[in-house]
């Protein structure tokens, strides 16, 4: 079967992401150091993420709200003035920082670009996921670009059907195996895994090992060699 259709995750999979989460975590734990020991805190933030996803969605915005409401949580409703503005500050140069995309990424999209429809299919807040892209220099290789509220079957088939011929002619690519690829498969599209050396624990799944339309690659130069053998 011939595949027309790539979609590509944005967030470690093109460029750095959970990498820039982990180091705010870091200055949050030592903002926090005289109210909780790190592992207490961790949990503690880790809970109220989840609990907050289905109010802010994915992104800087609702992990910054998240930090605050665990100090408020930690201090019982009494921070320091001092740490609500570090945290805020903390989210702003988040926001902005620069966007590094990933080693043979450009490379690799510039072939991929020439033999398929390329679409961008990424979790988390609008203006920033687009301001990224802006900054990545990256967009002109994609023919659509889907910024949604979760990743399920339904999206999939939505995205590749709007952007492609459906999802059994498409492929996806990500570096989250609950997000990138289950739900890709499930649509009946073929899906590739390339790690990344951090992830977020709400990403975390056992990989589809055996399905016949799933493919564990090292790096995103491997992507147009694996779709091209599927051909």
């Known amino acids: 079967m011939a595949i027309t259709t790539v979609g590509l995750d944005a967030d470690d999979t093109l460029w750095h992401n959970e990498t820039i989460f982990r180091l705010t975590q870091d200055r949050f734990r030592a903002l ?8 207490f ?11 907050n996803l289905a109010l802010y969605g994915y992104g800087v915005k609702g992990f910054t709200l998240s930090l605050i409401e665990t100090a408020m949580d930690i201090t019982g409703g ?8 570090d945290i805020l500050a903390a989210g702003r140069e988040m926001l902005s920082h620069p966007v590094e995309p990933l080693p043979g ?26 301001q990224k892209l802006a900054a990545s220099g990256l967009g002109e290789f994609f023919v ?3 910024i949604v509220s979760e990743k399920d079957a339904s999206t999939y088939d939505r995205v590749f059907t709007r952007h492609g011929t459906g999802a059994a002619e498409a492929a996806m690519c990500g ?9 890709a498969l499930e649509a009946g599209a073929f899906a590739a895994h390339i790690p990344y050396p951090l992830t977020w624990a709400h990403e975390l799944a ?26």
Request: hydrophobic share 40%; no cysteine; glycine share 8%.
């Open 32 to 39: 926090m150091a005289d109210y909780a020991e790190p592992e």
């Open 41 to 51: 805190l961790d949990a503690r933030l880790a809970e109220v993420e989840r609990r």
């Open 78 to 85: 009494q921070p320091p003035g001092r740490v609500i503005a």
């Open 105 to 130: 990424v450009r490379q690799a999209m510039a072939e991929l670009s020439q033999h398929y429809r390329l679409v961008l299919v990424t979790k988390g807040d609008l203006l920033h996921q687009e």
């Open 144 to 146: 659509g670009v889907e």
């Open 175 to 183: 570096n989250s195996l609950r997000s990138d690829v289950l739900p």
């Open 206 to 231: 056992d990989p589809p090992l055996g399905h016949p339309r799933f493919a564990e690659l090292a790096s995103i130069a491997e992507l147009p060699g694996w779709l091209s053998g599927l051909g």
